[in-house]
Nanobody, 116 residues
C-alpha cells in the first residue's frame, strides 16, 4: 500500500489558481502512474490528469491548457497546478498512485470550490 495525502484545496474565484499536492512516502519515480481525479456532486469520478513514470502525461479535454501535472522527486510529491479556474471545476479532487498497473492507492480527497 502506498500512502497518499492530498492538500491544497480551497475556495477560489473564477479565473484564479490553486496548486494541489499529493504527498507519498515512496519515490514517485518508482511508481507506474500518478493521477488526479475529481468528482462533482451527482457525477462520476473522472480523470483530470495523469503522468506515467516515463514522463508521458494525459489530460482531460476540459482542463487542457489550464492544468499541469508534475512531480517533485525530492519531496516525493505529485503536483497539480490549476489556472484559469472555472465554476465547473468545483469538485473533490483525489490523488491516485499506482505502484504497478491495477494497484491503486487513493487519497482522502481535497475540496476545490470555484465561486464568486
Amino acid at each position: 500500500q502506498v500512502q497518499v495525502v492530498e492538500s491544497g484545496g480551497g475556495l477560489v474565484q473564477p479565473g484564479g489558481s490553486l496548486r494541489l499536492s499529493c504527498a507519498t512516502s515512496r519515490n514517485i519515480f518508482s511508481l507506474y502512474n500518478m493521477g488526479w481525479y475529481r468528482q462533482a456532486p451527482g457525477k462520476q469520478r473522472e480523470l483530470v490528469a495523469e503522468m506515467y513514470s516515463g514522463g508521458r502525461t494525459n489530460y482531460a479535454d476540459s482542463v487542457k491548457g489550464r492544468f499541469t501535472i508534475s512531480g517533485d522527486n525530492a519531496k516525493n510529491t505529485v503536483l497539480l497546478q490549476m489556472n484559469s479556474l472555472k465554476p465547473e471545476d468545483t469538485a473533490v479532487y483525489y490523488c491516485d498512485l499506482q505502484r504497478s498497473p491495477g494497484f491503486h492507492s487513493w487519497g482522502q480527497g481535497t475540496q476545490v470550490t470555484v465561486s464568486s
